[in-house]
């Protein structure tokens, strides 16, 4: 809600208000690629909220562990933090390596559970924030959140397949760079001289809320 109100402020557009929103909220780039398909959102749409999520998970992978620890936050609470306050997987695991291995598994979990929000919120965003041009025709169904899920019941119910747990994230790995490249590969001039901005401004107000408003909540608790 605040992120499409900020939005509004700031004229980025639907487009990009949208999935920079659903970027933040969730996981970065992999709900801006199922809320840009959903919404049929245009290349460079997806190009420039992917760029301003990804350039606050590098700031946050190196400024959440100084913060964390001046806080005298504990591994649980790290982990918890960091799993809700940045975005990227990547970054997630990056800054819980540097706090400890319980600190590790935590945000691991919240960050997993964080990504289920995918399937709801494609759904809506499916049908309420497609075009016009748009109309009689289905948003795609985000097939990969099922799949996701049989994939960590598998791999809950049957241990042996853990032999294929390194193949199977490399794969993965690489085909997520497929995807950074094809989506980098639709941004122009014009796109970022028109929103380009604004999506960082947009994405910075978020994150720091998002943020704040979290660590606020685990010191609380």
């Known amino acids: 809600a605040l992120g499409l109100l900020l939005g509004k402020l700031l004229r980025s557009g639907r487009e990009v208000s949208t999935l920079v929103s659903s970027g933040t909220a969730i996981c970065g780039g992999s709900a801006i690629g199922?809320?840009?398909?959903s919404i049929g959102a245009s290349a460079s749409s997806m190009a420039v909220a992917t760029a301003?999520?990804?350039i606050l998970n590098a700031v946050g992978l190196w400024t959440l562990p100084p913060i964390a620890h001046a806080l005298h936050l504990t591994e649980t609470q790290f982990g918890t933090w960091a799993g809700v306050a940045l975005h990227d997987i990547a970054s997630v695991n990056g800054a819980a390596k540097?706090?400890?291995t319980v600190a590790l598994d935590t945000a691991n979990?919240?960050?997993m559970i964080r990504v289920?929000?995918?399937?709801?919120?494609?759904?809506?965003?499916g049908r309420l924030v497609r075009g016009e041009g748009s109309k009689?025709?289905?948003?795609?169904?985000?097939?990969?959140?099922?799949?996701?899920?049989?994939?960590?019941?598998?791999?809950?119910?049957?241990?042996a397949l853990k032999q294929w747990e390194?193949?199977?994230?490399?794969?993965s790995g690489v085909g997520?760079?497929?995807?950074?490249?094809?989506?980098?590969?639709?941004?122009?001039?014009?796109?970022?001289?028109?929103?380009?901005?604004?999506?960082?401004?947009?994405?910075?107000?978020?994150?720091?809320?998002?943020?704040?408003?979290?660590?606020?909540?685990?010191?609380?608790?």
């Open 34 to 37: 199922a809320v840009g398909a």
């Open 52 to 54: 301003a999520i990804f």
């Open 98 to 100: 540097t706090y400890g």
């Open 109 to 111: 979990v919240v960050k």
């Open 116 to 125: 289920i929000w995918i399937f709801p919120i494609a759904l809506v965003a």
């Open 136 to 159: 009689g025709k289905s948003s795609p169904f985000p097939w990969f959140i099922l799949f996701f899920v049989a994939a960590s019941a598998l791999r809950t119910f049957i241990p």
């Open 166 to 171: 390194s193949d199977v994230k490399l794969l």
């Open 176 to 221: 997520f760079q497929i995807a950074l490249f094809l989506i980098g590969a639709g941004l122009s001039r014009s796109a970022i001289r028109a929103v380009g901005w604004r999506a960082l401004v947009q994405a910075t107000v978020l994150w720091i809320a998002v943020a704040s408003a979290s660590l606020g909540v685990i010191l609380w608790m």
